[in-house]
């Protein structure tokens, strides 16, 4: 592998301790997902640690450069902990405006500071799929109350290792201020509000298409 190539992992993941490889791996313990679509990935390809198959998709010109070098893939090898042949797909373009992944193909969709993904890709997720997202744009916030998703757990972050709750959900997701949410409210606002309660990410099932 060469420095260049990897440097972007190297200074945005691996140096800031921002990998999340045991988040993922909570998931992977408790579901059996095949494929994965992180839309507004970068460069992020821990999740190809963990599972096997793993669509990334974004319109920055240098993840194009790591996702076309030969020296990701032998990274990916190094790093799996799976048994066969890591699968990788990615797709030079902005998610919203769409891609050529089949809808209701994917087992888990995740959403990290990319913006409304779980709305926007929603259509690729299978009923009964699982939603990973945080609330940096109010993607969280908007599954929460969108029938279409149930929330099932939430992650927090301690002293570097990732746990899950998945008790009390109805406690999150409550507005410190009385205002009323609505899907208009967030997309305008562009960003999480404040929760009495808060995680630092929130997995949803997919509940109906």
Do not use: W
Not at 27 to 35: E, G, K, M
Not at 83 to 92: I, K, L, N
Not at 97 to 112: K, T, V, W
Not at 117 to 146: E, F, P, R
């Amino acid at each position: 592998m060469t420095k260049s190539t990897l440097a972007l992992y190297q200074k945005y993941f691996v140096d800031r301790e921002f990998e999340r490889r045991d988040l993922f791996q909570i998931i992977a313990d408790r579901f059996t997902l095949q494929c994965v679509l992180y839309p507004g990935s970068f460069v992020h390809i821990t999740p190809s640690f963990i599972f096997p198959e793993v669509v990334y998709v974004d319109n920055d010109r240098q993840a194009r450069q790591f996702f076309d070098a030969p020296e990701t893939d032998e990274l990916i090898a190094q790093k799996k902990n799976y048994s066969q042949m890591a699968q990788v797909r990615y797709h030079f373009a902005d998610y919203r405006n769409g891609f050529a992944e089949d809808p209701d193909s994917f087992d888990l969709l995740i959403s990290q500071y990319a913006g409304f993904v779980g709305q926007d890709c929603k259509k690729y997720l299978k009923t009964g799929g699982l939603l990973l997202a945080n609330n940096s744009h109010g993607d969280a916030g908007l599954a929460a109350i969108d029938r279409n998703y149930q929330l099932i757990g939430v992650f927090f972050l301690r002293k570097g290792k990732y746990s899950i709750r998945e008790t009390n959900l109805d406690e999150y997701f409550v507005p410190k201020s009385p205002i009323r949410v609505t899907k208009e409210y967030l997309e305008k606002l562009q960003k999480g509000i404040a929760y009495k309660r808060v995680g630092n990410a929130y997995l949803f099932r997919k509940v109906t298409g």
